[in-house]
């Protein structure tokens, strides 16, 4: 892992890292057995630019979908916030939380985007080839690119989110008359692959189940540093 992919020192340094980091994703599937997948979120103070970020990686076993316990880390962010380089605010904090597992999850669901990303470098695509795991990418809004045709109403329906002439993932409902969800790769996992694992994972929900455990496990390490005012920041 090298340090400027995590922690660089400006914002030419971030894009350079970002080009590297994009150039190190695979996009094909190697993915070894799974027996245990995982979700990863953040979550911060509203409005909040300089206060900790409290990130969560939140396993889950596969496939008898038995929770476990969520690994946990809480940091004031190294990056100021600049759109397009979110990857490297919150990054820093998924790492921490990742080393803090016992077991490591041979499959990552990233809330947010892969390759869907003006340098093809979002934060599922990030985290995945800086921890060298299978990453899957899922967001809930459009961050670059244009659905390329006319998305169904019934759940599964898909249509390619193509930008710049490249499919940079896929749309996908998962829920009828629900707003589709944009599942991309992150690293080591194909399109089609991905969009297959978080079919799997929603269970007539708009997002995957591993998002709402990161989700919830996030917000809850927040509100339990907020109450105690005491837990150490790393």
Not at 37 to 51: C, F, H, V
Not at 173 to 179: D, V, W
Request: charged fraction near 20%; hydrophobic fraction near 45%; aromatic fraction near 4%.
């Amino acid at each position: 892992m090298k340090d400027d992919w995590l922690r660089p020192a400006t914002l030419a340094d971030a894009s350079r890292a970002q080009r590297e980091i994009a150039d190190a994703c695979d996009t094909r599937d190697r993915i070894g057995a799974v027996d245990l997948i995982a979700g990863a979120d953040t979550s911060m103070k509203w409005r909040d630019s300089k206060g900790p970020i409290h990130a969560a990686i939140a396993p889950l076993g596969w496939p008898d979908r038995a929770v476990q316990p969520a690994g946990i880390a809480t940091q004031i962010p190294p990056f100021a916030y600049v759109p397009g380089y979110l990857g490297f605010r919150e990054a820093p904090a998924l790492v921490a939380a990742w080393q803090t597992l016992g077991a490591k999850p041979g499959l990552l669901l990233v809330d947010g985007h892969g390759r869907a990303h003006p340098r093809r470098c979002g934060i599922a695509t990030h985290l995945g080839v800086l921890l060298d795991v299978p990453a899957i990418g899922v967001a809930k809004s459009i961050l670059c690119g244009r659905i390329d045709g006319e998305l169904g109403e019934a759940p599964g329906s898909r249509a390619p989110l193509v930008d710049r002439g490249e499919v940079v993932a896929m749309a996908l409902r998962t829920r009828t008359r629900a707003l589709p969800i944009y599942v991309g790769t992150g690293h080591r996992v194909s399109l089609e692959t991905a969009v297959t694992w978080v079919l799997a994972l929603t269970e007539g929900r708009r997002l995957p189940l591993t998002t709402r455990l990161a989700h919830d496990a996030a917000n809850a390490a927040r509100v339990a540093w907020m109450e105690t005012a005491t837990r150490p920041i790393i």
